[in-house]
Nanobody
């Protein structure tokens, strides 16, 4: 069974940094796009950043220049380096990935359980 497990969240002061990890476990064939989303209390889930298997990243305007998305294909793991954190970055951060479990099956979208990031001002 495919699972995405996030780690690295926590409490940090404004201006600080955190690095989130998303480990994909289970029997898989390939991971296409990976992404990070976040949901603050009372708000809709929003895109933070995505990266395709070829490595091209895409960022929300609110995090450009502060966050960096990356992936280690050998480890089936994605990362989100967050620098210069602001109070408005406080949210539950979710990992998302399009995963193909066999060469003949279409990719399916998976979500992690989320990790809390709290930035104190």
């Amino acid at each position: 069974q495919v699972q995405l497990v996030e780690s690295g969240g926590g409490l940090v002061q404004a201006g600080g940094s955190l690095r989130l990890s998303c480990a994909v476990s289970g029997s898989i064939f390939s991971i296409n796009a990976m992404g990070w989303y976040r949901q603050a209390p009372g708000k809709q889930r929003e895109l933070v950043a995505t990266i395709r298997s070829g490595g091209s990243p895409n960022y929300a305007d609110s995090v450009k220049g502060r966050f960096t998305i990356s992936r280690d294909n050998a480890k089936n793991t994605g990362y989100l380096q967050m620098n210069s954190l602001k109070a408005e970055d406080t949210a539950v951060y979710y990992c998302n990935a399009d995963i193909r479990v066999t060469p003949v099956r279409l990719p399916r979208n998976y979500w992690g359980q989320g990790t809390q990031v709290t930035v104190s001002s």
